[in-house]
C-alpha cells in the first residue's frame, strides 16, 4: 500500500469548504494559521468569538464566522496530522454546548426583559429551559457537519412573574418561544452560513409534538407512549444548560426509562429490527442511485453497527452496572474490555474500525461541509478523500476500509444475527390445532425422543395454561421456538429426556412473563443448550434456576463460568458496590444476594461438568460464605448510628459444616458470636449487630435469601445470650459445657470479623480441646450422644441413609472427634481444622487407629459424601440409597466404629 506524503497547509486545500472560505477574505490565511498552532478546546472559544465580533457585529454572525474558523482550524490540524480523532470530535462538541449556551443566555434576557421569569407554581422558584444534548452531541462525539438532535424541557408548569408593561406568559409558552429563537439563532442560514443545523425529531412523539415539555409531559409520554428505539436514543441524553437539581431530577425520570433493573435482552430485537429498517431504507437508496459509493455510516459493516453494538450492552446491563452508562461509543467499548463482556482483542480492532470510520466520514464532510456519509459517485471527488486519509487513491483507500468493515459486519452478526432455527418445528398454530397432541407426537418420534406420547401431553399442558395463552402472540411465538429448541438439545441425551422437557418447561412458565429472559435464550442458543444440560444433571439446579432467573446471564461466557474465582478480586468488587449502596440497605440486601447467587451459580455449573471435586467445592462454597458473612458484618455496622469505633471488635465463629469447611449448596449457617470491648454500651451494641445480621442474612427479598442462620451452638443454648464475651465463652467452655458442646467445637474456626478476636478463640478452643479426659467416660458419653441421634433419626425403610445409619458420615464425624478429644493432649496437631479426611489419615499416621483402616475409612467418607450430594442436586431431601451399594464402602467404617467402641457398646 502506498500512502500519501504528510500533507502541508496548502493540502487541506484538498477541502473545498477551506479553500472557498480561505479565498473569500485575505487575512484568512493567517488567522488559520495561528489558530492551528495548538489543540483546540472550550476554554479557547470566548477568544475565538471575541476575536470574530471585534468589528461590531453581531452574537449571531460572529458565532458563525467562529464556526467557520474552527471548522477550517480542526480541518487544517487533522489533515496535517497535528490533531487525532478525539480533538476534532470533542472540539466541535464543546463548540455547539458553546453556542447553545451563550445564545440562550442572550435570548433569555431578552425573553425576561419582556416577559418576567417563568416561576414553578409549586416551587415558586424560577425555571430555565434545560437543552439536552442527543445522539453524538450527548456523547462529545459529535461530526465535524453533524446535525445537533436536541430536545427541550422545563421542571415545572406555571407563568412569567411579569410586571408593569410585560406580557405575562405560561412558561409553557415563554419556553417554547425561547426554543423557536434559540433553534433561528443557531441554524438559519444568513451570509455567514449558520452554527449548526438543528434537529428535533427525537422530542416526544416527534414532529407532532409540542417543541417543549414539562418533566410531567415527560414521564407521562415515558410511561404511556415511549417506544423502544427512544430508549437507545435517550441513552445519550445529556444537559447543556439548566440547574443541578433540575438536571438530577430529570435524571431520575430518564432512568427507568431507559434502563432496566434486570438484564434486559430483548432489546437485543429491537435493535435488530430498528437496524433492518434503516438498512432497507439505505438500500431503497442504494437501488435509486447506484452510482453512490459506500455509506460509511448506515452501510454494512459502517458506524451505526459498532454504535449498536456498544449500546446493545449498554441497554443490556446498564440498568445493573452503572459504569455501562456512558454516553461515548469508545468508552463505552473500552468498558466492555474492562468488564470482559467482550474480548479485548475484538474491542481494539472495533475501535481502530471505528476510528478509521470516523475519519473517512469527516473527509466526505470537509469536502464541503456537507452532511454526508456516503463516497461521491465521481472519481476525481472519491480519490481527493483518499489523499486526505493518506492514500495515493480510492482503490488504496478501499484496501483498508472494506476489511474494517467487513470486520465490524461480522461482529455484529455475532450478536444480532436471528438465530432461528430453520430446522422442521412445531409451530404455534399445530400447537392451538386440533390435531396437536398428534402432531407434537409425530414431531417428537422423527427425534427419536423416548415415550413421546406423555412428552405430547407435558407440552399441550404447558401451552394450553392460562399464563400462556394470555400472552401476545409475538411473545407466544417465541415460547414455542424454545420448546423446539429445547427438543433438539433433549434429542441429543439418551436418559432422563421427559425429566428434564418437565424442569425445563416448569422453568418456562416461571419466566413467560419475562420477556428479556425469553429473548437471551433465543439470541444465545448456548446458553439454551447449557439450561438443559444442567436441567438433565440436576432438579436441584432447575428448581435453584427458577427461583433465580436472573442467573441466565451467567451463562453467557464460558471463560468466565469456568474462571478458578478470584476471591480477592470478588471480596474487593462487593466491598466496592455495597459501598455504592451505603444508605439503600434494601439495595445492599440485593446486592449481597445477587452477587452470592451468581458466583454459587458459577460453582454449580463447573460441578455439574465435572471440573470440582466434593471436596473442593465445598472449600469453595465455605469460602464464598466466609466473604459474604464479613461483609454482612461490616456493611450491618455502618447501619447502626451510635456505634462507637469505625470497625467493631467483634467475631464470627462456624461450625458445623462451615466450620469443618463442607459447605454445601443449601447449608444452613452455624454460628455464634463473640466479642471484647469494655465500653458499657458494647453488650448492647453487639446484640443489635447480631440481631441485625441475622436478619440481613435470612430476609427474604426479591432476590431471594442468603443463608438460614442456627446459632443453637451458642453458651447455653436457646437459653443463653445472642452474643458472647471472650472471657464468658471461656469460661462456658472450660467450667460448664457438656461434651457434646466440645465434639462441636472440633469443627469449629473463626469466620469473620476481628481477626484478634479470631486467633484469642482459637487459643481457648485449642485449650479445651486438649484437656485430659478419662477414656472410658469419654466413650460412654460419646455412645450415648450417638444413641440419641439413632432414636431421633430412625430410618424405616430398607435404603441405607448416607448420614445415619451404621457405618454412615455421622458415625465417622464421632469417630473423629473422639479421637480428637482422646488424644489431642498428646497431640496438638490434632486441633488443627483439616477436615474429617486428612484428620482420619493423620491419626493412623500417628499410630492411634491402623493406618489401613483410617485411609480405609477416610475413603468411605469421601464416598458417602459424594453419593450425598449427587442425590441432594437430584432434590432428594433424604440422602438414602440401595444398601448393596454402600455395603462393601462401610465395612471399613463399621470396623473402625467397633475396633473403638466395642468395650462399651
Known amino acids: 500500500m502506498n500512502v500519501h506524503p504528510i500533507l502541508s497547509l496548502n493540502g487541506t486545500l484538498d477541502s473545498r469548504f477551506v479553500h472557498r472560505w480561505l479565498a473569500a477574505k485575505e487575512d484568512r490565511a493567517d488567522k488559520l494559521k495561528e489558530w492551528t498552532k495548538s489543540p483546540l478546546d472550550s476554554k479557547k472559544f470566548p477568544e475565538l468569538l471575541k476575536s470574530e465580533s471585534d468589528d461590531g457585529l453581531a452574537l449571531g454572525a460572529a458565532m458563525r464566522r467562529s464556526r467557520n474558523l474552527l471548522m477550517a482550524s480542526l480541518i487544517s490540524r487533522d489533515l496535517e496530522a497535528k490533531a487525532e480523532l478525539h480533538e476534532v470530535i470533542t472540539a466541535i462538541s464543546h463548540f455547539a454546548d458553546f453556542v447553545i449556551q451563550t445564545h440562550l443566555a442572550e435570548l433569555n434576557a431578552e425573553m425576561t426583559a419582556q416577559h418576567g421569569q417563568p416561576i414553578g407554581e409549586e416551587s415558586h422558584s424560577v425555571q430555565e429551559l434545560i437543552v439536552l444534548g442527543m445522539g453524538k452531541l450527548g456523547g462529545y462525539e459529535l461530526n465535524v457537519s453533524s446535525d445537533i438532535d436536541l430536545i427541550f424541557c422545563y421542571n415545572e408548569d406555571g407563568e412569567t412573574n411579569a410586571t408593569g408593561d410585560q406580557r405575562q406568559l405560561s412558561n409553557h409558552e415563554y419556553f417554547s418561544r425561547l426554543g423557536k429563537k434559540l433553534i433561528a439563532a443557531i441554524s438559519e442560514i444568513t451570509e455567514d452560513g449558520f452554527s449548526f443545523r438543528v434537529d428535533m425529531a427525537l422530542r416526544p412523539n416527534g414532529a407532532s409534538g409540542p417543541l417543549v415539555a414539562s418533566f410531567g409531559m415527560i414521564e407521562d409520554y415515558f410511561l404511556v407512549q415511549g417506544r423502544e428505539w427512544e430508549r437507545y436514543a435517550w441513552v445519550k441524553a445529556r444537559a447543556i444548560t439548566g440547574r443541578s437539581d433540575d438536571i438530577a431530577a430529570l435524571q431520575k425520570l430518564i432512568f427507568p426509562f431507559v434502563y432496566r433493573r434486570y438484564l434486559d435482552y430483548g432489546v437485543i430485537d429491537s435493535l435488530r429490527n430498528m437496524h433492518h ?73 472495533l475501535l481502530d474500525a471505528y476510528t478509521f470510520l470516523r475519519n473517512v466520514e469527516h473527509r466526505l464532510q470537509y469536502l464541503d461541509d456537507a452532511q454526508t456519509h456516503i463516497f461521491p459517485s465521481n472519481r476525481e471527488d472519491q480519490n481527493r478523500i483518499a489523499n ?13 476500509l472494506l476489511p474494517h468493515m467487513r470486520f465490524v459486519a461480522e461482529q455484529f452478526d455475532a450478536i444480532f444475527k436471528d438465530k432461528t432455527d430453520q430446522e422442521q418445528q412445531i409451530d404455534a398454530s399445530a400447537l392451538s390445532g386440533e390435531d396437536a397432541n398428534e402432531t407434537i407426537v409425530q414431531h417428537l418420534e422423527s427425534l427419536n425422543i423416548a415415550d413421546p406420547s406423555s412428552i405430547a401431553q407435558r407440552i399441550a399442558a404447558t401451552w394450553q395454561s392460562p399464563k400462556v395463552q394470555a400472552l401476545s402472540e409475538g411473545t407466544q411465538e417465541k415460547i414455542t421456538r424454545l420448546i423446539n429448541a429445547a427438543l433438539n438439545a433433549i434429542a441429543t441425551q439418551t436418559e432422563k429426556q421427559a425429566e428434564t422437557l418437565g424442569r425445563f418447561l416448569d422453568f418456562l412458565e416461571h419466566i413467560v412473563r419475562r420477556t428479556a429472559y425469553l429473548s437471551l435464550l433465543l439470541e444465545f442458543p448456548h446458553a439454551l443448550e447449557r439450561v438443559v444440560r444442567m436441567m438433565a444433571a440436576s432438579d436441584w439446579a432447575a428448581k435453584f434456576l427458577n427461583r433465580h432467573p436472573i442467573l441466565l446471564d451467567e451463562l453467557l461466557d464460558e471463560t468466565v463460568l469456568h474462571q478458578v474465582p478470584d476471591w480477592e478480586m470478588y471480596a474487593d468488587e462487593l466491598r466496592e458496590t455495597m459501598q455504592a449502596h451505603n444508605g439503600d440497605i434494601e439495595s445492599q440486601l440485593d446486592c449481597l444476594r445477587e452477587s452470592h447467587h451468581a458466583l454459587l451459580f458459577r460453582l454449580l455449573a463447573q460441578d455439574l461438568e465435572g471440573r470440582v471435586s466434593v471436596e473442593h467445592l465445598a472449600d469453595l462454597l465455605s469460602k464464598l460464605a466466609d466473604i459474604i458473612v464479613e461483609q454482612v458484618v461490616n456493611s450491618v455496622w455502618q447501619s447502626i448510628p451510635n456505634r462507637h469505633l469505625d470497625k467493631p471488635q467483634f467475631a464470627v465463629i462456624a461450625y458445623g459444616k462451615l466450620g469443618g469447611k463442607e459447605l454445601s449448596y443449601a447449608s444452613d449457617l452455624d454460628l455464634i458470636f463473640l466479642y471484647e470491648d469494655d465500653d458499657q454500651e458494647a453488650p448492647a451494641l453487639y446484640a443489635k449487630l447480631a440481631q441485625r445480621f441475622i436478619t440481613w442474612m435470612t430476609t427474604h427479598t426479591a432476590a431471594g435469601i442468603l443463608f438460614d442462620i442456627d446459632i443453637a451452638l451458642r453458651p447455653d443454648g436457646a437459653s443463653g445470650l445472642m452474643v458472647s464475651s471472650l472471657n464468658s465463652f471461656a469460661r462456658y467452655q472450660e467450667k460448664s459445657a457438656w461434651l457434646w458442646e466440645h465434639q462441636a467445637l472440633t469443627r469449629a474456626r473463626f469466620c469473620a470479623g476481628d481477626k484478634q478476636i479470631g486467633a484469642k478463640f482459637e487459643t481457648i478452643r485449642s485449650t479445651v480441646l486438649r484437656q485430659t479426659r478419662d477414656e472410658a467416660k469419654l466413650k460412654e458419653e460419646v455412645i450415648h450422644m450417638r444413641k440419641r441421634m439413632r432414636e431421633a433419626n430412625v430410618n424405616r425403610t430398607e435404603l441405607f441413609d448416607l448420614k445415619h445409619d451404621f457405618g454412615g458420615m455421622i458415625d465417622i464425624e464421632f469417630i473423629v472427634q473422639f479421637l480428637i478429644l482422646q488424644y489431642a493432649q498428646v497431640h496438638p496437631e490434632l486441633t488443627g481444622n483439616l477436615g474429617n479426611i486428612a484428620l482420619l489419615k493423620r491419626c493412623g499416621e500417628l499410630g492411634l487407629i491402623p493406618a489401613d483402616l483410617a485411609s480405609a475409612t477416610a475413603n468411605t467418607y469421601r464416598q458417602l459424601r459424594k453419593y450425598q450430594h449427587n442425590i441432594r442436586l437430584q432434590g432428594e431431601e433424604k440422602a438414602r440409597v440401595k444398601r448393596e451399594k454402600v455395603q462393601e464402602s462401610i465395612v471399613a467404617s463399621t470396623n473402625l466404629w467397633e475396633l473403638l467402641f466395642e468395650d462399651v457398646q
Open 277 to 349: 429498517q434503516i438498512r432497507a431504507e439505505v438500500v431503497r437508496q442504494e437501488t435509486r442511485h447506484p452510482e453512490r459509493g459506500i455509506n460509511v455510516k448506515l452501510g454494512r459493516g459502517g458506524i451505526r453497527e459498532v454504535e449498536f453494538l456498544a449500546q446493545v450492552f449498554q441497554l443490556i446491563r446498564g440498568g445493573r452496572e452503572a459504569h455501562l452508562r456512558d454516553r461515548s461509543t469508545r468508552q463505552t467499548l473500552l468498558t466492555l474490555a474492562e468488564s470482559c463482556i467482550l474480548d479485548s482483542l475484538v474491542i481494539d480492532k
Open 388 to 400: 486526505m486519509m493518506g492514500f495515493d487513491d480510492v482503490d488504496a483507500l478501499n484496501q483498508v
